[in-house]
């Protein structure tokens, strides 16, 4: 006798099953059970009872994709898609049109708990705050990168997938986007075409990669109630894409983290010194801000954007080379005998204490060797800014190991109609 479960039943990519949908899962699915195996299925809603076609089956894993194609027992928060590449098989750039707003938002916000619980064993209480400037959940992306097919049009890439979809419209884009022609243009010969829509001027397409080498420069302006000022920042690079995030990440950060005059405050992952600038005016001339960022482009930015504030300093250098502690080991080794000879050396801009420390990572979060380092700056507060909540959860974990506990949890509904969501998170330390 085993008390082992049985081998789920199998199935193949293709077969259409019947689900009672549960619930939400990170990553824009929701979690079903067919016979014993986890189905992680697309475009239905908790609660629903569906038939779902399997998109992907692997051999040896014990849970399958799939794409919901008939709704038997419909959600009330289900509505049509308003855009018609949004479904199976289709676009792959929206997770939820077919839920109303204020649902995708509990939907995000159910991640956004699973995660902390799963993650950080730790249960939080959040609910995914709408950003000013939204217009149901259109009309919001002022950057958008569009994939080229064969034929040279303009399309977004399927669900898990390189295949191109064309289209003729994408509801989510700022309208200034659509506007410039992109989507009617034959762009044969370039791979992609990013097109950004800053808060000032017009619209600017460049193709990849044989357009520009330097791409231009946009101008974005951010008036927040905590904070003023402008920033030159590539067409191509990093700038958040929700017209009222900006704003809305400066005043949490800055509420949350409350910097005094003369005090040290570091800004990690800077970008082009968004959040060093907002610092650099509540420290004074008589503070000081180190602002780390490792996309050349991105320091030419913050250099020229923060020249006005005497008391910052642009370190260009990866955060973990900045702290001289090893990079995360990813595969292979190569790349650990690379590691291994590194010379990890602390940056001489980084200081050794600091008051207050902005962490705002790419997907992948800052990771453990980060997370240590900045609680040995032995920091008042911690402004984590993160726009995958899984990362956010596991860097928590790490900070609540090295004596930081989690003081307030915020999160922004920066993308909707996608499954993405933004969090920030403020950590303090943990009394003795
Ligand atoms: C989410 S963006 C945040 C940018 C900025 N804080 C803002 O709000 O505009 C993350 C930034 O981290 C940079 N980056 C990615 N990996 C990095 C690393 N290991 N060290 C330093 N910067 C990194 C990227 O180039 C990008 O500018």
Known sequence: MTNAPPDPVPLAVGDVVTLDVGPVAHGGFCVARHEGRVVFVRHALPGERVNAQVTEAREGQRFVRADCVEVLTASPHRVTPPCPYAGPGRCGGCDFQHATLDHQRELKAAVVREQFSRLAKQEVEVAVEPLAGDDQGLGWRTRVEFAVDEAGRAGLRGSRSHD?????????????????????????????????????????????????????????????????GTFEVSARGFWQVHPGAAAAFVDTVTTMLQPREGETALDLYAGVGLFAAALAERVGESGKVVAVESDPGAVASAAGNLAAYPSVAVVRARVDDAFGVPRPQRSGPTRQRAQRQRKLRRHPLLPLRADVVVLDPPRTGAGREVSAQVAALAPRAIAYVACDPSALARDSAFLADAGYALGELRAFDAFPMTQHVESIALFTPRPA
């Not at 700022?174 to 000032?200: Q, Y």
Request: proline residues 9%; aromatic residues 4%.
């Open 164 to 228: 191109i979809v064309p289209v003729d419209t994408c509801l989510i884009a700022d309208p200034r986007i659509l506007a410039t022609g992109v989507l009617a243009r034959d762009w044969t010969g370039e791979s992609a075409v990013d097109v950004a829509a800053p808060s000032e001027g017009a619209a600017v397409v460049v193709a990849v990669p044989s357009g520009e080498a330097d791409p231009p420069i946009v101008t974005e302006h951010v008036a927040a109630q905590t904070f003023s």
